[in-house]
């Protein structure tokens, strides 16, 4: 899997978003790392190298969509995971990224979004259409960040893991270990056709379907 990190500026925001990686143990997920540095400056390369990203100083910013794709065209891993600057991890996010690789198989899936359905962050833009969600439906899939109801087209698929719980038995607990089942809410990109939060996709699917766009 390529980790690939778009950049611009904010050397301080940079420094606890690659911290929080290798807090949470993000490298342990990836082949190769990747950081794009918009009027990049050699204190970030070297920031970047510290934390295992191979940087690329651009001069000038470049913008979203050409960093994606600049970064796209250098990616190798079979999976793309992008990432920018000021997303900062807050939990372990190896075991959403491993289940969001088997719903891929298993759904036909084409790509797996991650924000923090309990933190979700701001600015959450869609949030304005809470209880009008149809007013924008190309943006439908966003309404799980206010609700855990799965308005109609949005389906949710439940994963099973089984996590060890040593640390918490009771006294009369004979199993260590717990079940606990992960909602994905999913829907075709007819409802959820935007976004530059953190994602996760094949690589060559999104050099065949969304870069040349």
């Given at each position: 899997m390529?980790?690939?990190?778009?950049?611009?500026?904010?050397d301080?925001t940079?420094?606890?978003?690659?911290k929080?990686?290798?807090?949470?143990?993000l490298h342990q997920?990836?082949?190769?790392?990747?950081?794009?540095?918009?009027?990049?400056t050699?204190?970030?390369?070297?920031?970047?190298y510290?934390?295992?990203?191979?940087?690329?100083?651009?001069?000038?910013?470049?913008?979203?969509?050409?960093?994606y794709?600049l970064l796209?065209?250098?990616?190798t891993g079979?999976?793309?995971?992008?990432?920018?600057?000021d997303?900062?991890?807050i939990?372990?996010?190896q075991?959403?990224?491993?289940?969001g690789?088997?719903?891929?198989?298993q759904?036909?899936?084409?790509?797996?979004?991650?924000r923090s359905?309990?933190?979700?962050?701001?600015p959450?833009?869609?949030?304005?259409?809470?209880?009008?969600?149809?007013?924008?439906?190309?943006?439908?899939?966003d309404?799980?960040y206010?609700?855990?109801?799965?308005?109609?087209?949005i389906?949710?698929?439940?994963?099973?893991?089984?996590?060890?719980?040593?640390?918490?038995?009771?006294?009369?607990?004979?199993?260590?270990y717990?079940?606990?089942?992960?909602?994905?809410?999913?829907?075709?990109?007819?409802?959820?056709?935007w976004t530059?939060?953190?994602?996760?996709?094949?690589?060559?699917?999104?050099?065949?379907?969304?870069?040349?766009r």
């Open positions: 390529t980790i690939a990190l778009l950049s611009w500026g904010a301080k940079l420094e606890n978003t690659l929080s990686y290798a807090y949470y143990g997920q990836d082949t190769e790392r990747i950081a794009l540095l918009q009027q990049g050699p204190e970030q390369a070297k920031l970047c510290g934390y295992g990203f191979n940087p690329i100083v651009l001069s000038t910013n470049v913008g979203i969509a050409n960093g794709n796209l065209r250098e990616a079979e999976y793309f995971l992008f990432l920018e600057n997303w900062e991890l939990d372990d996010p075991p959403q990224i491993g289940l690789k088997l719903i891929m198989h759904l036909g899936i084409d790509i797996v979004r991650y359905r309990r933190l979700p962050g701001s959450l833009w869609t949030k304005q259409f809470e209880g009008r969600e149809m007013d924008k439906p190309t943006h439908l899939l309404s799980v206010w609700t855990d109801k799965a308005i109609n087209p389906n949710v698929y439940y994963t099973e893991e089984y996590l060890y719980n040593g640390e918490h038995l009771a006294m009369d607990d004979i199993n260590p717990m079940r606990v089942r992960t909602p994905w809410y999913y829907t075709s990109s007819k409802y959820a056709n530059n939060n953190p994602h996760m996709a094949k690589t060559e699917f999104l050099r065949e379907y969304i870069a040349p």
